[in-house]
């Protein structure tokens, strides 16, 4: 490399890293999973998953911040997400907890096992606790009916559920 | 007329056979037509539920003229009660990628994708490996195919194969209109094959025993092997492998508690058969000419007598109201509308003749609704309806 390359070469790279401690964090990160998954349409959905995975939702400023940086009209990127029931719009704690309440989980006790969280979170379905670790959600069908009542918490799965199972699962949560 | 088929277990698709390489060799030392071929006479048809002949979607695919291909393993399994995809991708996802591979062989295709659900993250890295073996060995004989991975985002109408592509385009999941169908007009617009998890795992056994010994297996119109997901009221819930064509009776014999009041065959889009009508109702696709026929994605639901059959209804049509992408009135509305309905008729804010009001309500769906969400729910919803009218009532 000539001093001539050495010397641009070192301005871009300073260029670089003064543009990102400019930027916030969630815009880097944006930036960053644009640049790994594409900036085409293509790449919307992964890019969204990859902030949900960071950040648990999509707030609106990520939201706002992913269409600038994709170059879509923001309320595509909106309309987009809320479409999704894994792309949550609203503010969700670290531990998402999303109980199957589909037919057979329904007949093998969910509603018990449901109970035994909000009991122990206090918190209703559709709330985060205080301490905003965890928030409760009801979904469809997992499949996991024949190990049914089942659940995810965030990408892990736990299945043949009883009320003092799940409260066992949740003290193991609140060390974490 | 009682059907006379009993239940045949079979033991293919989870049959752990470390050969994939020599089979995939196999394959790609034949031709495309050969290939082709070999589906058709197998007469396999889709295991996702619709039951389009394997064969015939693989040939009209290679024989669409296109710069561009692609092959899409459907693994967004999110029929309620189904769960056997699942359990393919972790126990041999090998058989999916080898027929992904011969199918991209045989159509031209570059760029394959698995459309995994997001429920089902906990198998994406395992997958991955799987992947990676197979790029490597693709690119050892100068293959040039690219297998990826495309996580769903919690929506059960992505299963659809259009809606699937809108999502993968990046785009909300309302499915598209038919037709244009996938084979020629599919993600990105690009002639592709879609197939569910399950049909090209079947694949594997026919390439690597033969059409005849698939053929063989079955019945008429149905032939092959069938995965079933097993769940509800029973002592062994789980997957099975059966034979098509067996008699619902047959099946509650082996599955049942010994108080089997109704089986929900296919899941909240499929139908609901009551006691009386077990002996008369095989499993398979439609064709055979005694008694009735039901095609099923494989979700088979056990309820004894001590469930309300009003109860699973409210549960199936809360499912729908959810799922409905909302993009056309009849479905969007008519959802709303029929939870709305049976609730009333329930309080007695409604007589009882109300629900025949319902019924039309099902039956203009399954005429106006555009995909297959919006037309099924006609399918649950009369079977339980009429069969169990006293439960919807007191
Ligand atoms: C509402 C709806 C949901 C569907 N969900 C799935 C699914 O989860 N998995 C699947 O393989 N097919 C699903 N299908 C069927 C697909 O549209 C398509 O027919 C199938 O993937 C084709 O593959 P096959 O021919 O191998 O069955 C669904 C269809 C509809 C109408
Ligand atoms: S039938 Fe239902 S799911 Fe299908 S396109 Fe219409 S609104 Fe969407």
């Given amino acids: 490399m000539s001093y ?63 269409a600038r940086e994709m170059d879509l009209p923001a309320a595509e990127v909106y309309g987009t997400a809320t479409f999704y029931s894994f792309l949550e719009v609203k503010k969700m704690g670290k531990f998402i907890i999303r109980m199957c309440k589909t037919i057979t989980c329904a007949m ?39 190990k049914a009542p089942a659940m995810l918490i965030n990408h892990d799965i736990y299945t043949d559920l009883t009320p003092e199972k799940v409260r066992e699962i949740l003290t193991e949560y609140m060390s974490k | 007329m009682a059907t006379s088929y009993q239940l045949k277990r079979a033991d293919f698709i989870f049959k752990n056979e470390n050969d994939w390489e020599e089979i995939l060799g196999k394959i790609l030392k034949q031709s495309p037509q050969e290939l082709i ?27 669409t003229k296109s710069d561009k291909k692609y092959v899409i ?50 198998l994406r890295d395992e997958l991955e490996k799987v992947i990676d073996e197979f790029e490597y060995y693709c690119k050892e004989i100068k293959l040039d195919f690219s297998i990826q991975i495309f996580m769903g985002s919690g929506a059960y109408i992505c299963g659809e194969e259009t809606a699937l592509f809108e999502s993968m385009e990046g785009k909300r999941g309302e499915p598209r209109n038919k ?38 297996l ?8 069938k995965l079933f997901s097993v769940s509800g009221d029973t002592p062994k819930p789980g997957i099975y492998e ?31 058969v009551p006691r009386k009508k077990f002996a008369d109702t095989a499993i398979g696709y439609q064709g055979k000419l005694t008694g009735i026929s039901l095609p099923t994605g494989g979700s088979m639901m056990l309820f004894n007598s001590s469930r309300s059959m009003y109860n699973v209804l409210d549960n199936y049509l809360e499912f729908f109201r959810e799922e409905s992408c909302g993009q056309c009135t009849p479905c969007r509305v008519g959802c709303q509308q029929l939870l709305i ?48 009218r006293e439960e919807m009532i007191y």
């Fill in chain 1, 4 to 66: 001539q390359e050495l010397n641009a070469a070192t301005k871009t790279i300073n260029l670089i890293t003064l543009k990102k401690t400019f930027m916030s964090p969630i815009q880097t990160l944006i930036k960053d999973l644009a640049d790994k998954h594409g900036r085409r349409r293509e790449s919307l959905l992964p890019v969204m998953q990859g902030v949900v995975e960071q950040e648990n939702f999509l707030s609106e400023y990520s939201m706002v911040e992913i």
């Fill in chain 1, 108 to 146: 093998k006790g969910k509603n018990q096992v449901l109970f035994a969280i909000q009991d122990m979170l206090k918190i209703k379905v559709g709330e985060t606790s205080a301490d905003g670790r965890f928030s409760l959600l009801e979904t469809n069908c997992l499949g996991l009916c024949h």
């Fill in chain 2, 37 to 63: 071929n070999e589906l058709i006479s197998s007469e396999l048809k889709g295991r996702g539920g619709a039951g389009f002949p394997t064969g015939l979607k693989w040939k009209v695919a290679s024989e």
């Fill in chain 2, 73 to 122: 393993c459907n693994a967004d399994e999110g029929e309620p009660g189904t769960f056997k995809d699942r359990e393919i991708l972790q126990r041999v996802p090998y058989k999916v990628l080898t027929a992904m591979v011969a199918c991209a062989h045989v159509i031209g295709a570059k760029e394959g994708f698995i459309y995994l659900r997001n429920e089902y993250w906990f």
């Fill in chain 2, 179 to 216: 037709p244009p169908y996938p084979t020629t007009y599919g993600y990105m617009g690009k002639p592709t094959v879609i197939n569910n998890v399950e049909t090209l795992a079947h694949t594997y056994t026919i390439f690597k025993y033969g059409a005849k010994k698939f053929y063989d």
């Fill in chain 2, 218 to 225: 079955g019945v008429q119109y149905s032939r092959g092997t």
């Fill in chain 2, 242 to 272: 059966l034979e098509l064509g067996m008699s619902l009776q047959d099946f509650v014999h082996e599955f049942g508690d010994g108080d089997t009041k109704a089986v929900q065959v296919g899941g909240a889009s499929g139908f609901l």
């Fill in chain 2, 341 to 388: 309905g049976i609730k009333a008729v329930k309080r007695g804010e409604k007589p009882a003749n109300y629900l025949d009001k319902l019924l039309r309500l099902t039956e203009t769906m399954q005429y106006t609704a555009k995909c297959g969400l919006g037309q099924s729910v006609a399918n649950s919803f009369s079977s339980i309806v009429e069969n169990f």
